[in-house]
């Protein structure tokens, strides 16, 4: 009788491990979870064992220097590297070989380092794709001015390349804040906007944060987007080298033994 109760033990001991183990990540409400990424190209380790806990409704910003593997961690959230070993969670689903059309659908909305065009197709289009159902004019007009664009004047224009890049960058966004993602990931949205007022990006940001049930992920290398954060991720030679509150991260990134990373790589506006 010991015997078979013992037997019978450890043979459900594993599903309750995993349900005390999803239940526990249920709680606390975390939304992402990488488990030991590693990701490699011709011979150079990129991302090298990046363990990550994202939790629900929170602004996480992602910094540090150029080539230390930020843009590559986004694009293997979205699905567009694969990594070489390790697991990829999302909502308690195992994701790791989800397409990125399969992510899209979960609830993992991307906007690219570099804009993207879409011949034929208008803005009104895009914000109506985006948002999965057709938007009314009205709602269309409100999103496009939370991104400093004149609705009247882009409505109906083609996506193409007569807009410039940095045009292009705010209807990118504007079709991410439509889309509603319950992950949001933005890599350096700051990237060719310099004639659009910075103030309207940072709260195209908040008013995401505050209106949206889910969390925006921002790669950034500036100082007033690393303030909007509620949490602040530092990835440095393809290691998390740093991951916590705002209140945190921010003074290890500006103490004096930092200076050379302050200087070389955050940005005042
Ligand atoms: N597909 C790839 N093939 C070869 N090297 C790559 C590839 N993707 C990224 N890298 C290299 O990996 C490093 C990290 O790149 P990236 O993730 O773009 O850095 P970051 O966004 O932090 O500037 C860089 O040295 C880059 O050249
Ligand atoms: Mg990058």
């Not at 007033?224 to 509150?245: E, F, M, T, W, Y």
Request: charged share 25%; aromatic share 8%; proline share 2%.
């Amino acid at each position: 009788m010991v015997k078979y109760t013992i037997s019978l033990f450890s043979r459900y001991n594993k599903y309750i491990k995993k349900y005390i183990e999803s239940s526990l990540s249920r709680k606390e409400g975390r939304m992402l979870e990488l488990k030991e990424i590693c990701f490699s190209r011709d011979n150079k380790k990129i991302l090298k064992n990046i363990n990550l806990n994202i939790d629900d409704n929170k602004m996480i910003v992602i910094t540090g220097p150029n080539g230390s593997g930020k843009s590559t961690l986004a694009k293997i959230i979205m699905g567009i590297e694969k990594p070489d070993s390790g697991k990829i969670i999302f909502n308690q689903k195992d994701i790791t070989n989800f397409s990125i059309t399969e992510r899209a659908k979960i609830g993992i909305g991307f906007a690219f380092q570099q804009p993207v065009k879409f011949k034929g197709l208008t803005v009104k289009d895009l914000i109506e794709i985006s948002s999965g159902n057709s938007i009314k004019v009205c709602d269309a007009c409100e999103i496009l001015s939370d991104v400093g664009l004149c609705a009247q004047e882009y409505l109906n224009r083609e996506v193409n390349g007569e807009l410039s890049g940095g045009e292009l960058k705010r209807i990118e966004i504007a079709m991410l804040a439509a889309k509603q993602s319950r992950l949001t990931i933005f890599d350096e949205p700051e990237a060719g906007i310099d004639l659009w007022s910075f103030n309207n990006l940072i709260s195209v940001f908040e008013n995401m944060h505050d209106n949206l049930k889910g969390s925006i992920m921002i790669i950034s290398h500036q100082e007033r987007i690393l303030n909007i954060a509620d949490d602040i991720i530092l990835i440095s030679d393809g290691v998390v080298q740093k991951h916590g509150k705002k209140e945190e991260i921010l003074p290890y990134l500006f103490s004096k033994d930092n200076l050379c990373y302050k200087n070389k790589c955050i940005q005042s506006s």
